[in-house]
């Protein structure tokens, strides 16, 4: 999809060799290791959550376009379901 948009694309991996990496134009590895089955994603998911607030601040007003383009996107693919949609079946 993203290469239909001509959008860069940027992967958060925790491994160089991981597949995401090598179809994205930019990556951040951040090496995780969990030890047990109760570890915590919350470190690489706030690395995830400053990347989107800074691209979105750097996007400006741009950002509500391309957030519509996707939504359209998301709901002709029936990829999301809203909460009426589900009441409804």
């Not at 597949?19 to 030890?35: C, F, N």
Request: charged share 20%; net charge negative.
């Amino acid at each position: 999809m993203a290469e239909e948009f001509k959008l860069d694309t940027a992967a958060v991996t925790n491994d160089l060799t991981s597949p995401l990496a090598a179809r994205a134009k930019y990556v951040l590895t951040a090496p995780y290791r969990h030890v047990s089955f109760i570890d915590s994603f919350s470190a690489p998911i706030s690395i995830l959550n400053c990347l989107i607030l800074a691209v979105a601040g750097n996007l400006g007003q741009t950002v509500a376009g391309r957030l519509e383009s996707l939504e359209k996107h998301w709901k002709d693919e029936g990829i999301y379901v809203s909460q009426r949609q589900r009441d409804t079946s």
